[in-house]
């Protein structure tokens, strides 16, 4: 299968990602147990990082290897990790919008929209209820929590 430079470059700024919110999510389990939405998230986050490396795999390209596993420090508590999936899916789709701009090639594009997709239906309404739930029974967040607009 034919790529480009660019192509290459897309993926693994994408890869890089998907390693960095699998090792966070699955740093905040490890930290607090094993408590959703992480648990389902981290699984999500290596399935998109697997198909990310079926891509590489088809192009016969070599991927990163996986610089965040264990290197990422703990949250100092549940609300803030909930804020941090909040930030990072956010984050997550303003890249994914930048890629898609930097490549034509269909594979990629068709892969990178179901991930986008994927992290802003339903992990970022995930994350955004972990955070509701952290703020107190009665579904109030303190102001110090950022909730940006759905």
């Known amino acids: 299968m034919t790529h480009d430079v660019k192509t290459i470059e897309v993926l693994r700024e994408a890869l890089d990602d998907e390693y960095r919110a699998r090792a966070t999510y699955q740093k905040v389990i490890d930290t607090f147990g094993p408590l959703r939405p992480f648990v389902n998230i981290v699984e999500a986050e290596d399935r998109h990082a697997q198909a990310l490396l079926a891509l590489f795999a088809r192009f016969g ?29 956010i984050e997550n789709e303003a890249m994914y919008e930048r890629l898609l701009r930097q490549t034509e090639h269909p594979d990629v594009l068709a892969v990178m929209r179901r991930l986008q997709q994927a992290s802003q239906e339903r992990h970022l309404p995930a994350f955004r209820r972990c955070l509701e739930r952290m703020g107190g029974a009665d579904g109030t967040v303190p102001h110090a929590v950022r909730i940006p607009p759905s």
Do not use: N
């Open 61 to 89: 390209v070599e991927p990163p290897p996986d610089k965040w596993a264990g290197r990422v420090p703990a949250p100092p508590d549940l609300l803030e990790a909930c804020q941090a999936g909040v930030d990072a899916e």
